[in-house]
């Protein structure tokens, strides 16, 4: 090394690139817990010889060994890992929100805790008629457990309605939070974007010399990472260290201005969700938003709105205990003969046999006085359905004596609810024949099913997200071992270099302060 000032220009350089390098190496120690942190690295070049800054033209040989210099500090990020996890992030999102619904749609139409379900509800209907035509079909104890048990059916069909209303309003209250959230998400990146271009282009001291807003960066992969979550994200990095950002086909983030997402809650139960700039509704493919829209507005086969869908969803189950509730007073209804004041049955006009209202629909009366009745010339579901005002009033309405028929009609209410019975269960867009008890076992064994396969869609995702995101790991998080082994080589090199620089310095005191001086 020359004895000369450029010795220890070079040398210079190299202590100042040694110290940064242990700055940067601390900097990563000490963030190694740090979410989204991503670990850094000087970026070095060796100085290139050059005439061009002399005031003479020479020989650039002389001007070789310059040294090291630094040109910023990086993160090790790998852009194609970073899309990969944030495609199927997006499918984890999706199915982790469909299983959560289907979750709760099991736990309101439970029918695994013994005495609370419609299944326990047959049960105890079949016992009570069982017993009231077994030599008790004029007993008004036994007639009074009859309507008893019928009572307690509509009451379990009404706080099934009532839990899936439930359910409804709290995934949609959550959506609404989400999209929120979202909304916030879209705004903070476009802020960091406007943070980001400007500190990019003054932290440029010189050219090829380039300082990143690397912590800044961290926040917003941070933001991405999430966003992924809640949708198809499509994220284009921008020259002036922006990024441009698609969700489901449509421009979200670009520069310093972002998109906002409208939420609506509609007249039939469902919900969209629009963008602001044009009012469009949203065309979702993946992610959390779409889970949560396709289980509030699932209605599966029985789909007839344009923005209901055809998933299994909130709508679907809701129609299905509707039709247990309308199938169940259309088959009861109509096996209980009326008798006139000599004991014949009543028959009408064409003949036909008129039959006890036992069941019916609650309404508000129309003659102003706010009173309820029952009816049957409404639409019966699973919140209105109740026992006939004629029964609620006298439990031994449901008595039928014809000379020794007095137990037939109990034993076909029985019959009515039990195996011996395929009834034909109609909705929209499906039609079931059996049993009560197997239309019941149907629709559990279908949101358990759609809960299985969502549940293994999930954890398959999410399996090849973890793998994605370990292998991410490997290149952008900090690494103990390595991080030491670095602070030890730039430490050395620190040493080594002042070394040199303490060389250098007896070197030119000789130079300058004793040469001459032999020979005195």
């Known amino acids: 090394m020359r004895p000369t000032f450029l010795g220890f220009e070079t040398a210079r350089r190299g202590l100042m690139v040694s110290q940064k390098g242990l700055d940067i190496t601390g900097q990563n120690l000490t963030n190694v817990k740090t979410p989204g942190y991503t670990r850094q690295r000087i970026d070095l070049y060796a100085v290139a010889p050059s005439s061009y800054q002399s005031r003479y033209a020479t020989n650039r040989t002389p001007l070789a060994g310059q040294g090291v210099d630094a040109s910023g500090v990086s993160q090790t990020r790998d852009s194609f890992l970073d899309k990969r996890f944030r495609d199927e992030y997006g499918d984890v999102g999706y199915y ?3 299983s959560s619904v289907l979750g709760d749609i099991e736990s309101a139409l439970d029918e695994y805790d013994a005495g609370t379900g419609l299944l326990n509800a047959i049960t105890e209907i079949n016992k009570a008629l069982n017993n009231f035509s077994n030599s008790n079909a004029d007993s008004k104890t036994h007639a009074n457990i009859v309507a008893s048990a019928f009572k307690n ?5 009404h706080q099934f309605d009532t839990k899936l209303n439930n359910v409804a309003e709290q995934q949609k209250t959550d959506l609404e939070l989400a999209v929120n959230d979202v909304n916030g998400m879209l705004e903070k990146v476009a802020a960091l974007n406007r943070t980001i271009s400007e500190d990019a282009s003054a932290s440029a001291t010189s050219p090829g010399e380039y300082y990143g807003p690397n912590e800044l960066l961290d926040e917003r992969n941070l933001l991405l990472d999430e966003l992924s979550r809640c949708g198809d994200l499509d994220v284009t990095q921008n020259a002036d260290g922006t990024v441009t950002l698609n969700m489901n086909g449509h421009t979200v983030v670009e520069g310093k201005k972002a998109e906002s997402i409208n939420f609506f ?5 469902t919900v969209t969700l629009a963008w602001q700039s044009d009012g469009k509704a949203i065309e979702l493919t993946k992610g959390s938003l779409k889970g949560a829209t396709d289980m509030i507005n699932g209605r599966g086969v029985n789909a007839r709105a344009s923005n209901e869908t055809v998933q299994n969803g909130i709508l679907y189950f809701k129609d299905k205990i509707n039709t247990f509730a ?3 007073v259309q088959t009861i209804n109509h096996i209980l003969p ?9 028959k009408d006009a064409s003949g036909n046999i008129v039959y006890k209202t036992l069941l019916a629909g609650n309404t508000q009366a129309v003659d102003g006085s706010g009173k309820f009745i029952t009816s049957t010339d409404i639409p019966i579901t699973a919140s209105n359905i109740s026992l006939s005002d004629e029964w609620a009033k006298d439990s031994s309405y449901v008595i039928f004596r014809e000379g020794d028929k007095d137990s037939t009609y109990a034993i076909a209410m029985s019959k009515a609810l039990t195996n011996d019975s395929q009834i034909a269960f109609t909705s929209a867009g499906e039609r079931f024949t059996g049993t009560f008890s197997d239309f019941v076992k149907d629709y559990v064994g279908t949101y358990g099913t759609d809960k299985a396969f969502n549940d293994g869609r999930m954890n398959a995702a999410a399996s090849i997200a973890d793998s994605l995101l370990d292998r991410r790991d490997q290149i952008s998080a900090v690494e103990p071992d390595e991080e030491t082994t670095n602070m030890m080589l730039y430490q050395k090199s620190y040493q080594a270099i002042a070394r040199l620089m303490t060389t250098l310095d007896e070197a030119l005191d ?3 302060n004793r040469t001459g001086l032999v020979g005195r």
């Open 153 to 157: 059916i509509t009451q379990v069909l």
């Open 265 to 269: 809650r509609n007249s039939n139960g």
């Open 96 to 98: 982790d929100q469909v």
């Open 326 to 328: 309308s199938t169940l």
């Open 510 to 512: 000789v130079l300058i």
């Open 338 to 346: 009326k008798t006139d004041a000599s004991g014949e049955i009543e």
